[in-house]
């Protein structure tokens, strides 16, 4: 990954959080009494989420030991004002909605008439504990895959011949 490839998708993602983020603001309701800080933040929306399709793109096994190890020494110049890791797993989880709307609005590839599917379980909790789960009651169900039994959901995937989602 090159110095151009980061500040490439850092633009992209800049470009569409100027746009995004009056937009969700004018469509979200404010808590009355609430009293908010407006201090900005260090980090911007574009930086966590740069980061975070780093970390998807670079394939490490863990957000900690790759923001830690990585992104704090190896990566200094291109974020100059980083974050503890808590804060950013705090940044991260208010940046989620973003992320989401960009892949499903800006990163979709086209159909080109070959597409490759898979799934994989994502378990709520274990099989025999379903009758009493609580957190998913309703959207969650019993299902089956190669590895036997499970309760939860089943995330699909689908991409073209160019490894596009």
Known sequence: ??????IEIFCI???????FAPEL??????????RRRNRPCLMSDSEVMTILVLFHIMRHRDLKSFYLGYVC??????????????RFVERQAKVGLHLLLFLQTCALGKCTGISIIDSTPL???????????????????????????????????????????
């Open 1 to 6: 990954m090159t110095d151009a490839n980061i």
């Open 13 to 19: 993602l800049d470009e569409f959080c100027k746009y």
């Open 25 to 34: 603001k004018k469509h979200t309701l404010d808590i009355c009494g609430k």
């Open 73 to 86: 020494n190896h990566m200094r110049k291109e974020f100059p004002h980083r974050l503890s890791y808590n």
């Open 123 to 165: 378990k709520s909790c274990n099989i025999k504990r379903a009758h009493s789960h609580r957190t998913m009651k309703g959207w969650a169900a019993k299902g089956k895959c190669t590895m036997g039994w499970f309760y939860g959901f089943k995330l699909h995937i689908v991409i073209n011949d160019r490894g596009e989602i």
